[in-house]
């Protein structure tokens, strides 16, 4: 039996595809390629192609013996999806429906599901816990909040059974450096920063230095791109144990600052990188940090890869042996 992966070329889900591998699953992969990359793909059979069309979809289904998906697919960037909403609802929402229609055709019952902690919105509490509300600020996190609902009423009506997870940021690359993080455009904290080591920018920005923090830059928490695979896989293992369905919060705890980062950054590269104050961008919450006790608890997840140091070391090494990313 094997485990579909969509999105599976992408930045996490190369890295889930590579967790899969090396415990020997057999892994089948779905990406359209349009942020993913073909040579991200480790191993396994990769499809080429898109949840949205039903007739690919049936060929995926029909030539596998699907055992549980992990669904990553989806568009990510918060400003895009305030600027193009109509883009994160079709192929967010309607093709994570495609997706649960075809499981429900072909009768396979468990899906974890890659969530965002931007599903809460502004936080009530820090550290956040997966029973505090779901108010999404962006229509990211609104969509991805459609897509568990979903989900919910499917489990109901047709017993598909599902983990959601939810986190922040993601970083750091794999430890064998063959995978990393390559975007287009780039828009996470630390891949930016390592572009101004590289010579690829002349500068960070930190946008305001008022939060109520103890530097007045904002504060977030950052996991492991391959602890964060772990989890996915570890939350599979837990459905086929047949668990209920459930959602996660996954977070190292602990919260960085942006000028933290940059200064652990500045230790690990032995460059300056020189740093520019810009205003403050809206919808920004001062600190960001979830709870994953549930996860650790009830999953046994033990992130192993929890120094910032650590986690920005590795991103380093991939992006100096890769300064164009994939692109070779």
């Known amino acids: 039996m094997a485990i579909l992966v969509t999105g599976g070329a992408g930045y996490i889900g190369s890295h889930a595809v590579a967790e899969l591998l090396a415990k020997g699953e057999e892994v089948v992969i779905v990406d359209n390629l349009q942020q993913g990359h073909r040579n991200a793909v480790l191993g396994g059979k990769l499809y080429v192609g898109d949840l949205r069309d039903g007739e690919f979809l049936d060929t995926v289904f029909t030539e596998n013996s699907i055992d549980a998906i992990i669904h990553f697919a989806a568009n990510s960037l918060v400003g895009e999806s305030m600027a193009n909403p109509a883009k994160y609802y079709h192929n967010n929402v309607y093709g994570t429906l495609c997706l649960l229609e075809k499981m429900t055709q072909y009768d396979v019952k468990r899906i974890v599901f890659s969530s965002t902690a931007a599903t809460y919105g502004d936080p009530e509490n820090i550290p956040i816990l997966e029973s505090d509300r779901t108010l999404p600020t962006n229509t990211y996190g609104e969509t991805k909040l459609a897509m568990e609902k979903m989900m919910k009423w499917f489990d109901t009506a047709h017993g598909i059974k599902y ?90 705890g602990t919260g960085f600052s942006v000028k933290e980062v ?67």
């Open 163 to 252: 983990v959601s997870l939810r986190y922040f940021n993601a970083a750091g690359a794999h430890a064998g450096g063959k995978i990393g993080e390559d975007h287009s455009p780039e828009s996470h904290l630390i891949p930016i920063i390592l572009q101004v080591a590289l010579g690829q920018r002349t500068h960070i920005s930190i946008f305001g230095e008022d939060y109520a923090t103890a530097d007045g830059t904002c504060v977030r928490d950052y996991v492991h791109v391959s602890d964060l695979a772990s989890a996915h896989v570890l939350a599979v293992e837990k459905l086929r144990g047949g668990a209920d369905s459930n959602i996660y919060n996954l977070g190292s």
């Open 262 to 328: 940059i200064d652990i950054a500045r230790k690990v590269t032995g460059h300056a990188i020189p740093a520019v104050m810009e205003p403050r961008r809206g919808g920004d919450p001062a600190t960001l940090i979830a709870s994953s006790v549930r996860a650790r608890t009830d999953l046994g997840w033990k992130p192993t890869r929890d120094s910032l140091e650590a986690i920005i070391e590795s991103a380093w090494n991939w992006h100096q042996n890769n300064p164009n990313g994939y692109e070779k």
